[in-house]
């Protein structure tokens, strides 16, 4: 699990937290989470997911806490769900050469929202 945290979020923050999560993603075997956040009100996690980057948002920092702690005590391969508190949906984390579209095939926005709460 990568965390980067800001005093003050711009938009080149969010920039840097993917780039570390691609560059973290390629150095390791296993698929990774990134969280961005200014240990206040704003904790956003990164994923790469079946087409995406994943992101959720999380405003509460106990929440946040729960996510962080129940990621850092599981070390699941990829492609596993993931039921993590707080987000309505389980989570599947791939690695991103899995996911990538091969050269000429294109591809439409590349991260995406997810609903927590």
Do not use: Y
Not at 50 to 61: Q, S
Request: aromatic share 8%; with cysteine.
């Amino acid at each position: 699990m990568l965390i980067e945290v800001k005093r003050q979020f711009k938009p080149s923050s969010v920039f840097q937290a993917l780039s570390e999560l691609f560059a973290l993603d390629l150095l390791v075997k296993d698929p990774v989470i990134s969280l961005l956040t200014g240990l206040a009100d704003n904790w956003q996690f990164f994923w790469i997911s079946e087409g995406a980057i994943l992101k959720a948002i999380i405003k509460e920092p106990g929440e946040a806490f729960q996510v962080t702690r129940t990621l850092l005590a599981q070390s699941l391969p990829a492609g596993t769900d993931i039921e993590l508190p707080c987000f309505q949906e389980p989570v599947k984390r791939l690695k991103l050469r899995n996911v990538l579209p091969l050269i000429g095939e294109g591809g439409g926005s590349f991260v995406s929202e997810i609903l927590v709460g």
